[in-house]
């Protein structure tokens, strides 16, 4: 059974419960709606980078933070083409493209994303992006394309947002969800780990997400990168017990969704990312760079995957119950 009518004080609940009976009910959900040991494999691209006029505290590609990242404009077709290519070979199923802007402009640009969408789903890929706002009518465009899922990430509560990021409003993330919803897009939206929010904070990101009908069809869990010149420098990454909390609730939470152990992935031990996949993870990201920090090394990934009996999720498979 699916629930889109959590109320805070059961998300509350559920959260708050010794670790290890969190986990083990995490583990039951898991088994009745997913196979265990498929896990989705999702690659990033940073198709353009830098320079992006909004102020959130954590990133790298703000124009307000020094951070060293090399501004660059939108990368050409074929070397986005190319890139989903190698992607696809070292065994991702889904491409995702990431650019550093606060909103989509309708200009050669946008077209040219489009084109990159064309193109990379005709590849046999899922296709994702991250592209900040969208206006209900450039959402259709992208679905018209052939883009599977639009990346838009709530990141933390609504009460803490302002805290993080002052140039939008959690509204204006809400409005381009519903948009990218009404044009047929699958959603992926989720949080991050260690902005300095409270337990209740990410109880009520959870909550936001989960009463979202339907489900994002997918839930980046991201533990926080931090990045030298950015406000949240010196913050504390959450620990491997804040991480599989979170992600054991999202899974109770969102049964059917893929739960993404996805930035910070590369702090955790093959141990604690089994921890991560027991307690309800079922899909990362694969490959050497996020947008612009490093992932988790393809040797050490190629090594947990026998290690565990971990097999990718083919590109376009539905979950057991859809
Ligand atoms: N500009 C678009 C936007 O903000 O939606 C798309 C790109 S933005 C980099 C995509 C997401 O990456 C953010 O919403 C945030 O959740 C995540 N992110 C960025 N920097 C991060 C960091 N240092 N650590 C963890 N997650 C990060
Ligand atoms: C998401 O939730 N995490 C990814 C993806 N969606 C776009 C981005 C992580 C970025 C990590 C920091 C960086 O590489 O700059
Ligand atoms: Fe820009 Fe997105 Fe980074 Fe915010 S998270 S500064 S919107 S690239």
Redesign the pocket.
Known sequence: MIRYDWTLSEVREIYHRPLLSLIMEAAAVHRQFHKPGQVQTCTLLSIKTGG?P?D?A????SVRYQTGVQVHRLLDVEVVVEAARQAKEAGATRFCM????REVRNNRDFERVLEMVRRVRALGLEVCA???MLTPEQALALKEAGLTAY???L?TSESYYSKVITTRKYEDRLHTLAAARAAGLRLCSGG?LGLGESDEDRIALLHTLATMQPHPESVPI?A??P?EGTPLADAEPPSVWEIVRAIATARILMPQSMIRLA??RERLSPAEQALCFVAGANSIFLGEKL?T?PNAAPTEDARLFTLLGIEPLPAFAETLHE
Not at 58 to 61: D, N
Not at 98 to 101: I, K, M, Q
């Open positions: 992006c909004e959130c954590y990133c790298a590609q990431g650019a550093a802007w991250t592209l900040g990346n838009h990430n990141d991050i991201n926080l990168v990045i930035a910070g947008l920090a």
